[in-house]
């Protein structure tokens, strides 16, 4: 490939309690996850809520009642392992308490009040309060749960979706979202939530069982244990990486008001989400994405930075910024100012990319192939493609790579392209071996969802933790 500069990098692996792995299933098979507690080799009972009707807390009895047991995939590859259940013999070192004492059924009475609302709006909220109140005895029991799991009965999922749209939406007042207004209110009473859905609980449409348990088993045992099952092997101990994007607040009066987010991941595993402050948009003609006045650039880095230093006592040596759009010269200015006195600092935007490569022969461009323009402004990396650690490409047509500029450098471009092909193996909402975006983008993305919502704003203080807003 005539004056393009061509280099690889190797799959990143994923720490777990004793050992490496590529990929999360093999790792957690293996070596077991990571827990939160002192005594890691003890087997876990995790204590598992349940609010819903009597109908969906009966399906949600089921799965995981099979949950316990293994569940075979029809065709076994190296990405889609069986699920071993989970029981006293279990690799994965946890099972699931389920009493009834930590059980909130939805009557049939309340039913009734809910659908005697006359609007799909009215009929959420009203679904909402009756919740809001049974995750709120829920969290006053002794002990509490761990997690909460919210099992929606198909009757008041039909009852109460969003007219206007396809999917599954439920939507309060002022576009608010049912999920999101979940989230915050295991956030207020501090127990990390879980939303199953009618398909779900009736495995239509879904994806295998084998699947769904993992991903289910996952998203409990991190939410429960307030602690990541896996984290990236090799990651810099001195360096603070940053994931910013913007949302819409709602309720508003001025539609153009946005506020920023920052969500901070450390080498330990962890991971911070900070609020920014809210402006008015400006842009360009060129791009609609929003962007940040020098003052509010400071201001977020500085929130950021002082996180890192309560985390760790010391700031960083290294701080690293990702953002799905391109720095204006104030907001670079910003960032700058407010990171003076950090020796290393680099500032990236990360974007999808319509360019297609390929490679001789029959098989995709290998994951982790990164490609730089002539002139080295511009670099596309491949976080999706063959991999040759599970000698496949588990996808579908020509894979596309990440454009990716940088804005401020003061490391090798590989480097930065390692971190990034690494964070797209830390989403613990899903256990397949990749994902195409950092989650310093995707989960960005995700929790700007939930702070846009009214009572968000309203909040003064919002946990920093993410198992709040999965």
Request: glycine share 4%; net charge positive; charged share 25%.
């Amino acid at each position: 490939m005539k004056n393009f500069d061509i280099d690889y990098i190797e799959e990143p692996k994923l720490k777990f309690l004793s050992g490496e792995s590529f990929n999360p299933c093999v790792g957690l098979l293996k070596f077991g996850p990571r827990f939160s507690s002192i005594d890691e080799k003890t087997h876990k009972w995790l204590k598992v809520g349940i609010i819903g009707s009597a109908q969906s807390i009966a399906l949600t009895h089921k799965i995981l009642n099979e949950m316990s047991l293994p569940s075979i995939p029809k065709r076994i590859t190296k990405w889609s392992l069986p699920f071993p259940g989970l029981n006293e013999y279990s690799p994965l070192k946890f099972s699931l308490s389920y009493s009834p004492e930590w059980q909130q059924r939805i009557s049939s009475a309340e039913i009734e009040e809910i659908l005697i609302e006359k609007t799909h709006s009215k009929r959420t909220s009203k679904l909402i309060g009756i919740i809001a109140s049974k995750i709120k005895i829920l969290s006053e029991k002794s002990p509490p749960p761990d997690v909460i799991i919210v099992s929606l009965p198909r009757d008041l999922e039909e009852e109460c979706k969003d007219a206007q749209s396809d999917k599954p939406l439920l939507k309060l007042e002022n576009n608010d979202d049912f999920h999101n207004r979940i989230k915050l209110y295991g956030m207020d009473y501090k127990i990390p939530t879980q939303i199953i859905r009618a398909d779900t609980l009736e495995f239509v449409g879904t994806q295998e069982k084998h699947t769904v348990f993992w991903n289910l088993a996952v998203g409990l045992l991190y939410k429960s244990q307030r602690g990541h099952p896996w984290k990236l092997a090799h990651l810099d101990d001195n360096t603070c990486y940053v994931g910013i994007s913007f949302f819409k607040e709602k309720g508003g009066t001025n539609k153009l008001l946005r506020a920023s987010m920052a969500q901070v991941f450390l080498d330990t595993g962890e991971s911070f989400i900070l609020r920014g402050e809210a402006f008015d948009v400006k842009t360009k003609n060129e791009e609609k994405n929003p962007h940040l006045s020098k003052e509010n650039a400071m201001k977020l880095i500085e929130k950021v930075l002082e996180q890192y230093k309560i985390v760790r006592n010391i700031l960083p040596q290294r701080i690293v910024i990702h953002k799905s759009s391109n720095y204006w010269v104030d907001e670079l200015e910003g960032f700058k100012e407010a990171s003076k006195t950090i020796p290393a600092r680099d500032f990236v935007t990360i974007q999808p990319s319509d360019l297609k490569f390929y490679r001789e022969g029959a098989y995709a461009v290998l994951r982790g192939t990164l490609i730089s323009s002539p002139n080295y402004k511009e670099h596309y990396l491949y976080t999706t493609g063959f991999v040759p650690c599970i000698n496949t490409f588990p996808g579908m047509g020509v894979p596309k790579p990440l454009l990716i500029r940088c804005f401020n450098q003061d490391s090798d471009i590989k480097k930065i392209c390692e971190e990034i092909l690494a964070f797209t193996k830390l989403d613990w909402n899903n256990t397949f071996i990749y994902r195409k975006e950092p989650v310093t983008i995707s989960i960005s993305r995700k929790v700007g969802w939930v702070l846009s919502e009214t009572s968000a704003k309203q909040m003064s203080i919002l946990d920093p933790h993410y198992y709040y807003y999965m």
